[in-house]
């Protein structure tokens, strides 16, 4: 399993961090550690871009320790799943219950499905 070099911020071992969030782009699965920032976004879409172009079969979006989402992350969110679809890719969506909750209300459940994971199973 190799993990995605982005930028100078990733080393082997060593997730990369912008301000203090960690993204974390290995073997095909994409994982948030906390909340992201606005400040985030490019770091966020630029890994989203990495994982649409890597050659994985299978891909994971985890936002299961993330409680918001901007707008903004959801518009990569929505791009990065519908391209990996296209390119015949599984994708699973894995979110915290809040933001769960926020793509419900936003209908985004009729572009994709996610599952909602409780905390005690994160």
């Given at each position: 399993?190799m ?7 990733i080393?082997?071992?060593h997730?990369?961090t912008?301000n203090?969030t960690?993204?974390?782009?290995n073997?095909g699965?994409?994982?948030?550690s ?5 400040a ?5 879409q630029?890994a989203?871009g990495?994982l649409?172009?890597s ?6 979006l985890?936002l299961t ?5 901007s707008?903004?992350?959801i518009?990569?969110?929505?791009d ?8 015949g890719?599984?994708?699973t ?6 933001v ?11 572009l994709?499905s ?6 005690d199973?994160?």
């Amino acid at each position: 399993m190799m993990q995605t070099h982005l930028r100078k911020t990733i080393a082997p071992g060593h997730p990369p961090t912008r301000n203090g969030t960690k993204v974390i782009l290995n073997a095909g699965v994409l994982r948030l550690s906390g909340n992201l920032q606005r400040a985030d976004y490019n770091f966020f879409q630029e890994a989203c871009g990495h994982l649409c172009r890597s050659d994985v079969p299978c891909a994971t979006l985890d936002l299961t320790h993330c409680t918001y989402v901007s707008s903004l992350i959801i518009g990569v969110l929505v791009d990065t799943v519908t391209q990996l679809k296209t390119d015949g890719k599984a994708v699973t969506v894995r979110v915290s219950p809040e933001v769960g909750r926020f793509l419900h209300m936003a209908h985004l459940y009729h572009l994709f499905s996610y599952s909602i994971v409780e905390p005690d199973s994160r």
